[in-house]
């Protein structure tokens, strides 16, 4: 377990340096965001989503869906890492006529479940999904990975009722919990807090987590489905820019670019010069 542990850690590290890449290469914005939910993809690509690389139309796959979609970069590198969709595509990432938006479009790339980033919508179409396996009897699990920010959207507590009225226990939420948003603190901005006895009064089963602590990242995902009753969702406390010293905890990486020295530096800290 410490070996894999290990080698997880090392996939952040550099899906993280080439995403620090990637937002100077095109001009993007949105990479603290991007940086914080990290290693909770890693985890869900190399541990825990049942679904083969090589289909990623499979029926029966497990459902992946980023509705802070803002982060799409984060996405399109783990995709790529874990060869799903080609990893020479991530250059040309808010390039013209590129396959790489900023946020995750529709055009049907593998691993791109739903066009995201409208802020709210991600659970939805995730809880639709997971009715859909069950009429049909499929298996699979459905995992939709919200900001702590996008919890400010009604639509998104609609879901949350559903959810559980339905029994559908093989649905997980993960909130990105930064702590930011684009303006400002979340606390803030809309009184999130005590957000996970939220999410238990509309009936989920709640987890808190340290979202970048790999080993715990794979327990609790283990977890998912052990209610027959209850969804899950799981609080996943990180932190913004996480990974490069001079972003982490700094709201300016909600929009700023990196520069050519920002970059070098960034990658020597992670550790792939």
Known sequence: MKNKIFQLEEKSRQI?????EMSHAGSAAHLGSALSCVDILVVLYWSILQINSNDMADPDRDRFILSKGHAASALYASLAFKNIIPKDLLETYCRK????????????LPGIEA?????GHGLSIGL?????????????AVYTLLSDGECNEGSVWEAAMFAPAKALNRVCTIIDFN?????GRSFDIMRLQPLSDKWKA???????????DIGKLIQVFSTIGNDPEKPTAIIAHTVKGKGVSFMED?????????TPNEVLAAKKELGVL
């Open 179 to 183: 702590k930011w948003q684009a303006t």
């Open 202 to 212: 509309f009936g989920w089963q709640v987890k808190e987590v340290d979202g970048h």
């Open 115 to 119: 066009a995201t980033g409208s802020l």
């Open 16 to 20: 993280r340096a080439k995403l620090v």
């Open 128 to 140: 639709g999904m997971a009715l859909a396996g069950r009429i049909k009897q499929k298996q699979y």
């Open 97 to 108: 006529d590129s396959l790489l938006d900023e946020h995750p479009g529709p055009r049907n």
């Open 250 to 258: 700094d709201n300016n990486w909600h929009y700023r670019i990196p």
